[in-house]
Structure formats: C-alpha cells, structure tokens
C-alpha cells in the first residue's frame, strides 16, 4: 500500500465519478470506523461553495475588515472560511496535518489523483466506464472497488455495492491495509 504522508493521519480516498454512491460509501464506511471506536475525520472534495452570506458577522470579519480567514469558533463548533493563499488549494494530506492530526483515520470524498489508497466507486448503471484502468492513476493506489459489475476483474478485492456488508468488509481493509491494525 502506498505509504502515508508525513505527519498525516492514516487517509483512504473514496473516489469515482458523478452519482456513483461516493457520498453513501464514503458516509457508511466513516460511520462504521466509528462504530469500531475510531476516531474518524471527513475532508470533501467539491466545486465551490458559500458557507457565509453577506450580513453576517463573519462576512463582515471578511468583506468589510479584509480578513484573510476567519474561524467561526463556539463552544461545541468551529469553522475556518476563507480563501486559498497564493499557492492555491490545499491536498488532502495538507488538510489532514492541518486540521485533523488527531484523527485515527481520514476518509476521503474525491481527491482521486492524491497519491493514497484509493477505494472506487463504480455503477455500470451510471456510467460505462471505471476509473480504474482508463485513466491514467497509479493502480498501486487502489485498496478495493465496490461495483454492480458481476465478474469484475482487477487486481484489488471487488465487492458488491449492493452488499449490506459493504461498510464492514471497506472497513475491514482500511484497518488491516491502510491503519495497519492486525488482528
């Protein structure tokens, strides 16, 4: 398995293209590793977004008081709003040291070019094609595929997306592959 990156906790990426189930997958098998006692962290890779509105105070930090970035902070919540510095959006494993270093483990949505395990997502009845061997990524970097192909062949375990089991056998190879839990 690839290795982790430096002062990063243990990252799985869940990967696959639009309306696949990377969403359902990635939500159940995070909700699993917490059922096992993990203490487990989300990032989300999406297009963009808007989590402030003008007129609020954390707007205003922004907008009238030029705030590079803000973090929203209560007694039982945080946020950080802002914009990416001159070099750009962050990767996961920079997001991970940032904040969630006290994470067991961290799961993943999208990111599929990241140099991590990879677990695709993958409905023929979505699209024809996998990630997996069309484009050009590292098939070292894959952990599984979860897909509603009978007979699907590749070099990783496959299992059955439709399994109930799903997030139990997924959480099963994060552990022993990807956290390096023996049992």
């Avoid at 070099?87 to 920079?94: D, F, I, M, R």
């Amino acid at each position: 398995m690839t290795s982790r990156p430096a002062g990063a906790p243990p990252m799985v990426c869940i990967i696959g293209k639009k309306k696949s189930g990377k969403t359902t997958t990635a939500v159940a098998l995070a909700a699993e590793l917490g059922r096992r006692g993990h203490r487990v962290m989300t990032i989300k890779h999406g297009h963009t977004f808007d989590l402030d509105h003008e007129g609020r105070d954390s707007w205003r930090h922004t907008h009238e008081g030029g705030a590079y970035r803000v973090v929203l902070a209560s007694p039982d919540r945080f946020a950080v709003l802002g914009e990416w510095g001159p070099g750009g959006a962050l990767g996961p494993a920079e997001l991970a040291r940032l904040y969630l270093g006290d994470a067991d483990v961290v799961v993943v949505e999208g990111f599929k070019r990241e140099l991590l395990p990879k677990i695709e997502v993958f409905r023929a009845t979505a699209h024809e094609q996998p990630i997996y061997g069309i484009e050009d990524l590292d098939r070292a970097d894959w952990l599984a595929i979860a897909t509603d192909v009978p007979g699907f062949q590749a070099h990783v375990p496959v299992l059955n997306i439709d399994d109930p089991a799903l997030p139990q056998l997924l959480a099963d190879l994060v552990e022993t592959r990807v956290m390096e839990i023996r049992r």
